[in-house]
T-cell receptor
Framework: GAGVSQSPRYKVTKRGQDVALRCDPI?????LYWYRQALGQGPEFLTY????????KSGLPNDRFSAERPEGSISTLTIQRTEQRDSAMYRC??????????????FGPGTRLLVL | TQLLEQSPQFLSIQEGENLTVYCNSSSVFSSLQWYRQEPGEGPVLLVT?????EVKKLKRLTFQFGDARKDSSLHITAAQPGDTGLYLCAGGLVFGAGTILRVKS
């Protein structure tokens, strides 16, 4: 695609429900990253993939959070038993390769999650 | 754990003024990136600095990487209202908290 897309753009859910956030990276991009961003703050790393392999999940807050990228393209971030503190903007980004950081990381528009 | 500290957190200036934003760390980074983010949008990469002491210019923006590759600065000359936004420095997966810049006309 022309850019990184995310869906849904907005998600309102009740506490205790599970949510699945989708990221569709730029076609052919090897690396895919998930971040969480509070308003007016920098992105907080959650996890990333090279192709379908999850390389680092050290940023996931707890075991209610999981992510997958089964075919090395689209990725899903799942939050089980949501809590109000999970409310945030969740951003996805992709890079053409998993190498050095001289290459641009392209960010998606984000999914705004609100847990009531 | 690598951390990046940005200062100031918030800056409000008049159009035409100059400003500098700082990004500091106690860790060495192989490269640092600067992003600009507008409300409702994702961060957009402005520049990557790789070599210690490197200076890069992008129109009215000047980026510098410290000799020890632990810090960087962004200088904007003659700021314009269109420069308003959140400026982020990042070292790979680690992002600073950002500097919110508001340029008033």
């Amino acid at each position: 695609g022309a850019g990184v897309s995310q869906s849904p753009r907005y998600k309102v859910t009740k506490r205790g429900q599970d949510v699945a956030l989708r990221c569709d990276p730029i076609s052919g991009h090897v690396s895919l990253y998930w971040y969480r961003q509070a308003l007016g703050q920098g992105p907080e790393f959650l996890t990333y993939f090279n192709y379908e392999a999850q390389q680092d999940k050290s940023g996931l807050p707890n075991d209610r959070f999981s992510a997958e990228r089964p075919e090395g393209s689209i990725s899903t971030l799942t939050i089980q038993r949501t809590e109000q503190r999970d409310s945030a903007m969740y951003r996805c980004a992709s890079r053409s390769s998993g190498g050095a950081w001289g290459e641009t990381q392209y960010f998606g528009p984000g999914t705004r999650l609100l847990v009531l | 754990t690598q951390l990046l500290e940005q200062s100031p957190q918030f800056l409000s200036i008049q159009e035409g003024e100059n400003l500098t934003v700082y990004c500091n760390s106690s860790s060495v980074f192989s490269s640092l990136q600067w992003y600009r983010q507008e409300p409702g949008e994702g961060p957009v990469l402005l520049v990557t600095v790789v070599t210690g002491g490197e200076v890069k210019k992008l129109k009215r923006l000047t980026f510098q990487f410290g000799d020890a590759r632990k810090d960087s600065s962004l200088h904007i000359t003659a700021a314009q209202p269109g420069d308003t936004g959140l400026y982020l420095c990042a070292g790979g997966l680690v992002f600073g908290a950002g500097t919110i810049l508001r340029v008033k006309s």
